[in-house]
């Protein structure tokens, strides 16, 4: 379940109650353009780059799980193998109203929780003309304003994304193992990153949405035929005990 947060934000694209409906396979529009931490103009193709990347909507100035949910992922990613240079993590601001002054500033929040490595794979980007909604709408996500503390209500999660901009998968905020994250970016790579063992335990394995984890698909089976076998005698010996009874 995706947690709620609060931040601040303008009209556009507000929506009366929240919501959070990705569907896997949907397509981000690639030419969006926002602003990166240096007031460069960039498309959301650009951004990427060809690379798989790692997506949180939010605000840079949120007081709530947005910031924690970029430390978390942030420190996860450190502990993975694999390297920046071949993925994008990026934060993109729903709130027209932020600069790339609290981008720079939110990026700065999380340097080191990423490490300096870890920190050039990350992008924090804004938008004046509200791309950054936009972008969360077609992520499936709306957002509720609350002008009475002059806050919004969102859901948030870490959306994984193709190089072609894509929904591969999405991870509840703050469910997820550093695991998790590096089999989302191999996934989403269309397995072009990762190591072997990657990509054979991706074959024998499922993701979990309810718990917004990787399993392995055959232990669970086995788990489940388990289970069966134990019911399955449990069953046998209770018949014989009644028949003995009898």
């Known amino acids: 379940m995706a947690a709620l947060c609060l931040f601040v934000a303008g009209t556009a694209f507000a929506a009366e ?23 460069r103009k960039l498309t959301l193709g650009e951004t990427l780059g060809g690379r798989p990347a790692l997506v949180i909507f939010g605000y840079d100035k949120c007081p709530n799980l947005c910031g924690v949910t970029q430390q978390a992922v942030a420190s996860d990613l450190k502990k993975t193998s694999l ?4 993925y994008r993590a990026l934060f993109i601001s729903i709130d027209p109203d932020e600069t790339s002054a609290d981008a720079a500033a939110a990026r700065d929040d999380i ?14 980007l804004t ?3 509200s791309a950054g909604a936009a972008l ?17 209500v969102h859901p948030i999660a870490v959306i994984a994304l193709t190089p072609s901009g894509r929904i591969s998968q999405v991870l509840p905020a703050l469910t997820f193992t550093p695991r998790d994250l590096q089999l989302a970016l191999v996934e989403a790579s269309a ?12 074959l024998c394995a499922g993701f979990d949405s309810s718990k917004g984890q990787y399993t392995p698909a055959i232990w669970a089976a086995l788990k489940v035929a388990g289970l069966a076998t134990v019911f399955g005698l449990g069953a046998t010996v209770l018949w014989q005990t009644r028949g003995r009874a009898r």
């Open 17 to 39: 109650r929240p919501s959070f409906d990705p569907k896997l396979g949907a397509q981000l529009s690639l030419e969006r353009e926002l602003v990166d931490t240096s007031g």
């Open 83 to 86: 390297r920046p240079a071949d």
């Open 111 to 124: 340097a080191s929780a990423a490490g300096p490595a870890g920190l050039s794979a990350w992008r924090f």
């Open 127 to 129: 938008s004046s003309e």
């Open 136 to 152: 969360a709408n077609e992520a499936g996500i709306t957002f509720d304003r609350r002008k009475d503390i002059d806050q919004f």
């Open 191 to 202: 397995n072009k990153l990762g190591s072997i063992a990657d990509h054979i335990f991706l």
